[in-house]
C-alpha cells in the first residue's frame, strides 16, 4: 500500500549533484505564523506511540533499562540491545514496564554500602539523590547528592541518614505543577515520593517541570513504552515471540548490511507471526533498499552506514554514504510506501537532529551522545584530571564481539574475534552542565521545536513540507560556531 503523496523539503538553490551529510547543509528561515515553539507537536507519526522523535541506539554502552525508562517517560523510545541474552531481555523489558511514568525511577543502596560505591552511579550535581533502603527494601531515608560530593569516601550511607527525612506525599500531589510548586515552596531540589509509607519513585524539582512539558509514550495499559533489537541469525521467530511475551513494544531487526538476504529471510519469518507492533530493519542507505525490506516486512527502515562516533566502518571498508542523502531519498522511498525511517547516527548537535527530521526522518536515533550520561549503562570513572566519565564502544569492536558470542568455545570466539572492527573503548564524558539524558533531551528538543518555528511548522509533516534546505561550505559551516572566547 502506498502513502499519501506529501510534498518533501526543497533546496535553496540548485539542487546538489553530490551526496551530503549534516554539515553541508543548513535550515533557511520561511515565513512563519507560529508564535512560541511550546506550540508545535514533535510526535513522530511513525506508529510507535513516541511523542519525541528521538530513540536511543540499540548499543551496550548506550540503552540500558534505566535509560530505556527515563527516554520513554519523556516520550522518546529506547531500544534494548540484542547482544544482551534473552533471559536479560526478558527482564529488562518487564523492569521497564513496571516504572512509574510520573516520577523518576530511583537509585537504590543499602544503607552499609559506602558514599565510594554511590559515586559511581550517580555524581554530586543539583537534582540528583540516592535512595536507601534496608535489606526487606523498607525505605530509611534518601541523601542529595551534593551531600555525596562533601563526604568521606568509606563513609557508609546509613550513617549519612540525620535527622527529619523529607519527602513528598503521592497523594498530594496531583500533577507535575503541583510537584514543583510543593518543592519550590518547600526549598527542595530532591526528594522522594512516598505513597501509604512505601516509595514509588523520587523527583527533582526540574523533573517536575519537565513533566508539564513532555508527555510520555506509553502502551495501552498506560506502560512506559520500550523497544528491543533481534540478530537476523538463529531462531529468529523464538525470539520474536519471547520479547513479545516480556511486552516489548517495538521490534528492530539489527544487523550492519541490511540489504542483504539474511534480512530479507529474518523479516519474513517475523512478518508471518502477525505480532501486532511495529517492525523495524536495518542498516539501510539507498531507496532500493527501502523497497526490498518493507516489501519483506518493515514498517520502518532504519538509516545509516558509518556515520557514528563509534564506527570505522567507512574507514576500514570505504563503504557507507553520507548521512544527510541517505535519509533523503530512502525517507522519500519509504513515504511511497507508506512506511517510515529512523536517521541512525551521525548526529553531533541539536542542529544535526533537526536536519534528519528535515529530510524526513520520523525519528532520529542516537548513540554515543547518550553514553556519557547518567542513566546510561556502565559506572562512573574519574580521570586524571577530575573529569567523569563512562566507557563507550562500536558494536562490531572486539569488545562487542566478545560480549555477544561469549558462550561460543574459545576456537570461534578467536575467529570471529579476527575480524572485529570499531573501537573497542572510548572515554565519554558527563557535560557538567547536562550530566543527565533528560538534559540532553531539553536541549535537543528545544532547539529542534525552534527549527519548526523557523520554518512555519506545527507538526512534523509540515516540517518536512515546509523546510528549506541549503548547501554551505565548510567556512560557513564554522561560521554557526559560537566563539569559546572573545576574538
Known amino acids: 500500500m502506498r502513502g499519501a503523496s506529501v510534498i518533501c523539503m526543497q ?44 530513540v536511543s541506539a540499540n548499543m551496550n554502552s548506550v540503552t540500558g533499562p534505566r535509560l530505556a525508562a527515563s527516554l520513554a517517560r519523556r516520550g522518546g523510545l529506547g531500544v534494548l540491545p540484542q547482544d544482551m541474552h534473552l533471559q536479560e531481555l526478558d527482564a529488562a523489558i518487564r523492569w521497564v514496564k513496571d516504572q512509574s511514568t510520573r516520577f523518576d525511577t530511583p537509585f537504590i543502596f543499602g544503607p552499609g554500602e559506602t558514599v565510594a560505591s554511590a559515586l559511581r552511579q550517580v555524581p554530586p550535581v543539583a537534582g540528583q539523590g540516592i535512595v536507601v533502603n534496608d535489606a526487606r527494601g523498607a525505605y530509611l531515608g534518601c541523601i542529595d547528592a551534593a551531600r555525596l560530593g562533601t563526604a568521606l ?10 535527622g527529619p527525612l523529607t519527602s513528598l506525599d503521592a497523594e498530594d500531589i496531583d500533577g507535575p505543577r ?37 508527555r510520555p509514550s506509553v502502551d495501552a495499559q498506560g506502560r512506559l513504552l520500550v523497544a528491543a ?37 529474518a523479516l519474513g519469518i517475523v512478518a508471518e ?31 545509516g552506514v558509518g556515520p557514528g562516533a563509534m564506527c570505522t566502518t567507512r574507514m576500514m571498508t570505504a563503504v557507507g554514504r553520507p548521512q544527510f542523502s541517505a535519509v533523503l531519498e530512502t525517507a522519500a522511498a519509504a513515504r511511497e510506501l507508506g512506511a517510515h525511517v529512523w536517521a541512525d547516527g551521525g548526529v553531533r548537535y541539536p542542529r544535526d537532529v533537526a536536519l534528519a527530521l528535515a529530510a524526513g526522518a520520523a525519528s532520529v536515533m542516537i548513540g554515543s551522545w ?38 561460543l568455545d ?75 572566547v572573545s576574538w
Open 370 to 407: 547518550f553514553a556519557g550520561t547518567i542513566e546510561a549503562p556502565g559506572l562512573l570513572d574519574t580521570d586524571a584530571a577530575g573529569a567523569v566519565y563512562k566507557e563507550s564502544w562500536g558494536m562490531a569492536s572486539t569488545k562487542a564481539v566478545q560480549e555477544r558470542f561469549d558462550r
Open 178 to 214: 503541583r510537584a514543583f510548586d510543593v518543592m519550590t515552596a518547600a526549598e527542595l531540589d530532591f526528594a522522594p515520593v512516598l505513597r501509604h509509607g512505601v516509595m514509588v519513585g523520587t523527583l527533582s524539582r526540574k523533573s517536575a517541570l519537565r513533566s508539564t512539558l513532555y
Open 153 to 162: 569516601p568509606d563513609a557508609q550511607l546509613g550513617d549519612l541518614l540525620h
Open 273 to 303: 507471526l502477525g505480532l501486532g507492533i511495529p517492525i523495524v530493519a536495518g542498516n539501510v542507505v539507498t531507496a532500493d533498499a527501502v523497497n526490498d525490506l518493507v516489501g519483506a516486512g518493515a514498517t520502518i527502515v532504519k538509516v
Open 410 to 484: 574459545a576456537y570461534e570466539l578467536a575467529r570471529k574475534t579476527l575480524f572485529a572492527e570499531g573501537i573497542s573503548s572510548s572515554k565519554i564524558y558527563l557535560d557538567p552542565l547536562r550530566p543527565s539524558l533528560e538534559d540532553l533531551l531539553d536541549m535537543i528538543t528545544s532547539g529542534v521545536r525552534s527549527s519548526f518555528s523557523y520554518a512555519g511548522a506545527t507538526n512534523l509533516d509540515e516540517f518536512h513540507e515546509r523546510s528549506l534546505v541549503g548547501i554551505q561550505s565548510a567556512a560557513g559551516y564554522e561560521e554557526g560556531k559560537a566563539l569559546p
Open 11 to 54: 533546496f535553496y538553490g540548485a539542487i546538489p549533484s553530490h551526496d551530503l551529510t549534516y554539515s553541508d547543509v543548513f535550515l533557511v528561515p520561511s515565513e512563519s505564523a507560529v508564535t512560541s515553539r511550546l506550540d508545535v507537536s514533535l510526535a513522530p507519526g511513525d506508529g510507535t506511540g513516541a511523542t519525541i522523535p528521538i
Open 229 to 265: 533489537a533481534i540478530g537476523i541469525n538463529g531462531d529468529v521467530a523464538a525470539k520474536a515471540r519471547a520479547l513479545v511475551a516480556a511486552g516489548v513494544d517495538v521490534l528492530v531487526v539489527d544487523t550492519a548490511h541490511g540489504h542483504q538476504a539474511g534480512m530479507i529471510r
